[in-house]
């Protein structure tokens, strides 16, 4: 059964992309069939970090009816890949039929796909809670800093309030080590769960890294480079901590319903 995760975050600068994309590269490691979907639309830059020149976006999809599968790029670790597009103007203020109608069309890779990775929109728009909440597992990347706090715990209440997304995995990104994750996750959690009725689980943390920094600059993400360092057994965990986390119960359409 194809299950779908998204990688979200309250603002941008915490690292959401480049998780989504070594998350996507790590579930490939461990054997399964990943499709990494880049939603920000008009402003997609998973490309960049995957290294991967895309030849069809989702705009062949909206506006040309290309299949889905005819709009997929081959990226490292046969990891498949559909980008958003950048640059792409018409794209950035998407429609909600037109979010609803892409979210189906997912449905026609179900059998070739055992996961979809989604990187959402940073913030709380729209499009952000529109895919946030048609995915099976939500995470929500954060770092140690009260303004990433602040942002999270807004993008939390607005996916709650809006679209009643219940469940919710933290991922803490740039931390020394673990302890320090599950520091900076007890303080947000204790501060979530004072004012909203949402669950949290904690699905681990990447540390601050030099190498990760530098894959960005490369174009060549460190699941793809690196084989057994911190930063990979980091992702490692991750991965398998979120794959093992609460499902959430999307209440209108979904990926792969």
Same mark, same amino acid.
């Given at each position: 059964?194809? %299950?779908?995760?998204?990688?979200?975050?309250?603002?941008?600068?915490?690292?959401?992309?480049?998780?989504?994309?070594?998350?996507?590269?790590?579930?490939?490691?461990?054997?399964?069939?990943?499709?990494?979907?880049?939603?920000?639309?008009?402003?997609?830059?998973?490309?960049?970090?995957?290294?991967?020149?895309?030849?069809?976006? @989702?705009?062949?999809?909206?506006?040309?009816?290309?299949?889905?599968?005819?709009?997929?790029?081959?990226?490292?670790?046969?990891?498949?890949?559909?980008?958003?597009?950048?640059?792409?103007?018409?794209?950035?203020?998407?429609?909600?039929?037109?979010?609803?109608?892409?979210?189906?069309?997912?449905?026609?890779?179900?059998?070739?796909?055992?996961?979809?990775?989604?990187?959402?929109?940073?913030?709380?728009?729209?499009?952000?809670?529109?895919?946030?909440?048609?995915?099976?597992?939500?995470?929500?990347?954060?770092?140690?800093?009260?303004?990433?706090?602040?942002?999270?715990? %807004?993008?939390?209440?607005?996916?709650?309030?809006? @679209?009643?997304?219940?469940?919710?995995?933290?991922?803490?990104?740039?931390?020394?080590?673990?302890?320090?994750?599950?520091?900076?996750?007890?303080?947000?959690? @204790?501060?979530?769960?004072?004012?909203?009725?949402?669950?949290?689980?904690?699905?681990?943390?990447?540390?601050?890294?030099?190498?990760?920094?530098?894959?960005?600059?490369?174009?060549?993400?460190?699941?793809?480079?690196?084989?057994?360092?911190?930063?990979?057994?980091?992702?490692?965990?991750?991965?398998?901590?979120?794959?093992?986390?609460?499902?959430?119960?999307?209440?209108?359409?979904?990926?792969?319903?």
């Amino acid at each position: 059964m194809t %299950t779908s995760i998204a990688v979200a975050s309250g603002k941008g600068g915490v690292g959401k992309t480049s998780i989504a994309v070594n998350l996507a590269l790590t579930l490939s490691r461990l054997g399964s069939r990943v499709v990494l979907f880049d939603a920000d639309f008009g402003l997609a830059n998973s490309h960049i970090l995957l290294g991967v020149n895309p030849k069809k976006t @989702a705009q062949d999809i909206l506006v040309s009816n290309t299949p889905i599968k005819d709009s997929l790029s081959p990226g490292p670790l046969g990891l498949k890949f559909l980008s958003g597009g950048s640059g792409l103007t018409e794209l950035l203020n998407l429609e909600v039929k037109a979010r609803y109608e892409l979210i189906r069309t997912f449905d026609s890779i179900a059998e070739s796909t055992d996961i979809l990775v989604v990187d959402v929109p940073a913030g709380a728009s729209d499009s952000s809670i529109t895919f946030s909440a048609a995915v099976d597992r939500l995470v929500v990347v954060l770092v140690g800093e009260p303004t990433s706090f602040m942002d999270a715990y %807004t993008f939390i209440k607005a996916a709650s309030l809006e @679209a009643g997304v219940e469940n919710f995995s933290v991922l803490v990104n740039m931390v020394e080590d673990e302890k320090q994750g599950l520091q900076h996750f007890s303080k947000f959690q @204790a501060i979530v769960n004072r004012f909203l009725n949402v669950k949290l689980s904690y699905c681990g943390h990447v540390p601050f890294s030099h190498r990760i920094r530098q894959s960005v600059v490369q174009r060549r993400p460190i699941m793809v480079t690196k084989q057994d360092t911190v930063e990979s057994r980091a992702f490692m965990g991750v991965a398998k901590s979120i794959q093992s986390a609460p499902k959430s119960e999307p209440k209108g359409v979904s990926f792969f319903d």
